[in-house]
């Protein structure tokens, strides 16, 4: 099965300011015809994940564009250019390439 | 407007098997690259993926949970059914359900139900 690494486990941010989480993977997740099949969720404190970025830069429906995906093969990129209050959470990234479909073990956000 | 909702006990004993339904609405499962997944969360820890049906039956399951797992589909109710054999300790957990969408040559999970929590006790 595909691992995940997410780093760092803990991320304390400034609201205003850029945040950006790293997702590895230990097989590559890039196809023959150019796609990555990596998604990124938010899971908010008590609530379900949410999907916010798909094939490793698409922004899904009503996100936000201080999100944003980036990378390919092992290497994974989520950015937020100024983080606000309402991001704080703990944000996992997803494999979707072969199954068993896999999660990283999660990036906790939080406010300084 | 999606929206799913899972359903089932929230206490089951070690051995026991457990049923949860997921009951949709604003989506059918008989459309063409539609699926509904089911993903877990033990208490304070990460989310595990356990099984996928699509549109066409097409059913895929967590290898190290596959011989304990089952997922049907009733169309005309709108509803998913999974169930867990033998249930642990270890299976204690809150229980996703997921609606699944194809955009190109992606699929991914953007609806989500709010869980249902599963502790197993004896």
């Known amino acids: 099965e595909i691992v995940l690494t997410q780093s760092p486990l803990s991320l304390p941010v400034t609201p205003g300011e850029p945040a950006s989480i790293s997702c590895r993977s230990s097989?590559?997740?890039?196809?023959?015809?150019?796609?990555?099949?990596l998604d990124w969720y938010l899971q908010k404190p008590g609530q379900p994940p949410q999907l916010l970025i798909y094939?490793?830069?698409n922004r899904a429906s009503g996100v936000p564009d201080r999100f944003s995906g980036s990378g390919s093969d092992t290497d994974f990129t989520l950015k937020i250019t100024r983080v606000e209050a309402e991001d704080v959470g703990i944000y996992y990234c997803?494999?979707?390439?072969?199954?068993?479909?896999?999660f990283g073990g999660g990036t906790r956000v939080e406010i300084k | 407007q999606i929206t799913l909702k899972e359903s089932g006990p929230t206490l089951v004993k070690p051995t026991q098997t457990l049923t949860l339904t997921c009951t949709f609405s604003?989506?059918?499962?008989?459309?063409?690259?539609?699926?509904v997944g089911w993903v877990r969360q033990p208490p304070g820890k990460a989310l595990e993926w356990l099984a996928l049906?699509?549109?066409?039956?097409?059913?895929q399951y967590s290898p190290s949970l596959k011989t304990r797992l089952t997922i049907t589909k009733d169309t005309s109710k709108n509803q998913v059914v999974l169930t867990l054999a033998n249930m642990e300790v270890v299976d204690t957990a809150t229980y996703f359900c997921?609606?699944?969408?194809?955009?190109?040559?992606?699929?991914?999970?953007?609806?989500w139900g709010n869980g249902t929590t599963v502790t197993v006790s004896s």
């Open positions: 997921a609606h699944r969408r194809s955009m190109g040559s992606f699929y991914y999970m953007d609806v």
């Open positions: 604003g989506f059918s499962l008989s459309t063409a690259g539609v699926g």
């Open positions: 049906i699509y549109w066409d039956n097409n059913r």
């Open positions: 097989q590559s997740l890039l196809t023959s015809n150019g796609y990555n099949f």
């Open positions: 094939g490793g830069s």
């Open positions: 997803m494999q979707a390439l072969r199954i068993p479909l896999t």
